[in-house]
């Protein structure tokens, strides 16, 4: 499995960025997405799922601003985030769930601040 999420930077709060994770090695259409972070001195978390079907969940600190979605025929996932705050600020991972358990690629640092 191969993930390579892409898009961070430094956003100014309230501002709005879309990230993007390319996928190889999974059949990325029968597969469940999640995107994760982790701040500093904190656990990762997973904070967006979205299943084959195109099912959605979030986490309660996300519910409403960020958005997940998949474009199947590009193997492609991505996360909308909208009204950052400056606690978003983390590295941001995309996982696929494969062979029971998620897997990560390497991830893009999102920085929030004035």
């Known amino acids: 499995v191969q993930l390579q999420a892409s898009g961070g930077g430094l956003m100014q709060p309230g501002g709005s960025r879309r990230l993007s994770c390319a996928a190889s090695?999974?059949?990325?259409?029968?597969?469940?997405m999640g995107w994760f972070r982790q701040a500093p001195g904190k656990e990762r978390e997973m904070i967006a799922s979205?299943?084959?079907?195109?099912?959605?969940s979030y986490a309660d600190s996300v519910k409403g601003r960020f958005t997940i979605s998949r474009d199947n025929a590009k193997y492609t996932l991505y996360l909308q985030m909208n009204s950052l705050k400056p606690e978003d600020t983390a590295v941001y991972y995309c996982?696929?769930?494969?062979?029971?358990?998620?897997?990560w690629g390497q991830g893009t640092l999102v920085t929030v601040s004035s």
């Open positions: 996982g696929a769930w494969y062979s029971s358990t998620w897997s």
């Open positions: 090695g999974i059949i990325f259409s029968s597969s469940t």
């Open positions: 979205i299943s084959a079907r195109g099912s959605t």
